[in-house]
């Protein structure tokens, strides 16, 4: 779809920005804050099929009430990927995909992670 931001592979879930070494960053545009994300901390409190794309969380900024975007960068590559603006019937089938994780529904799939996102779980 034209106009719309594209969904990189490595950047589908908090799994796989893990797997791909990516560093993510969140944003906030009235208050100007920004600060790095610690994706393990997120895929231990959401899940790690949570995807960041078309999200927004609320700024931790006291006194802020805006909310933070997101943006990843994988080693080695100087390109920022903004978690915005993907097309939404895309970006819905992932959060159906993470919804149905967390809710145990995954019709008998195993959620199968990279071995070593796995290990980073458990530590
Ligand atoms: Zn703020």
């Not at 208050?31 to 790690?48: M, N, Q, T, Y």
């Not at 080693?75 to 978690?83: I, L, Y």
Request: include cysteine; charge should be positive.
């Amino acid at each position: 779809m034209s106009g719309r931001t594209v969904i990189f592979t490595w950047t589908q879930t908090v799994a796989d920005l893990i797997a791909e070494g990516a560093e993510v960053w969140a944003h906030c545009s009235p208050c100007r804050s920004r600060w790095r994300c610690d994706l393990v901390k997120i895929a231990k409190v959401k899940g790690p099929l949570y995807s960041l794309w078309n999200r927004t969380s609320p700024c931790r900024t006291p006194g802020c009430a805006g909310r933070v975007w997101f943006k990843a960068q994988c080693p080695g590559s100087k390109a920022w990927v903004h978690f915005s603006d993907a097309d939404p019937a895309v970006v819905g089938r992932l959060h159906e995909a993470w919804r149905a994780s967390r809710d145990g529904e995954m019709l008998g799939e195993e959620v199968r992670l990279n071995p070593a996102v796995e290990a980073r779980l458990q530590a």
